[in-house]
């Protein structure tokens, strides 16, 4: 079980020192629950969605897993039914707080069938050859603009015909109306979570120029431009989005 997150609670933040480290680990399904709407049921829809796309002796790529809720529930609903032969999951996350958490989660997990390999790396250094399932959930905007074309464009090209990759990003807004009302009802939702006005101002801070956003605009013109022919958003809360990329 996740302690409860109160890191923001005693402690202030400057701006921008958010980091994935231990104090963090500690508290992130916690925090990733009460902070993110809709993760409770991102996380066993993409193991759902999994079940469309992953393809025999192929590899899945959690990219960006933290603790490997998405990993797991890939496994999890590959093993459901008749698991597709050869299939191989790596949970990809340069936090190795996280990774050890994540190898602690994979202690005792039945792997005959499907294997998941925890791998402390940056994501970006990802050979994506033979993939036919990739996810970044509420990684990309995590990574420097700059690295984010090259990255989807790679793993675009990797991915097999039929293939898809489920990106989910935190997104702005062009309208500065709209971009205002979703901030404040996104605050609305983490109240409702128990935090504190000073909790949701100090988390704010602490990710200022840390968690980079973009407009869905901006998302759906680098997916077609990496190449992949189909673009769905299949959730959204607030600012909170989903999307199926598929390649043709
Ligand atoms: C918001 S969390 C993702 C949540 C996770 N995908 C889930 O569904 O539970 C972002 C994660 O991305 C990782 N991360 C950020 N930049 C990365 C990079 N360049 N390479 C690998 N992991 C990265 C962080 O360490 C963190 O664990």
Redesign the pocket.
Known sequence: MSRRDDLYRHQTASAGSFR?DEQVVEVFPDM?DRSVPG?AL??PMIGQLSKRFVQPQSVVH??????G??SLSVHQALLADQPPAGVRIVA????PA?VKGLQQALEGLDQSAISVEARC????DSDFQNCSFA?L???LQ??ELDARDELLQRLCAGLRPGGALVLAEKINFDDPAEQERLTHWHHDYKRLQGYSELEIARKRNALEAVLITETEARHRARLQAAGFAQVTRWFQCFGFCAWVAEKA
């Open positions: 994935f990733i993760y991102l996380v959690d990219l960006g897993c933290s603790l809720a998405v990809t996350d340069n936090s996280m790396a940056d994501l970006r996810i959930n509420f990684t995590f990574l």
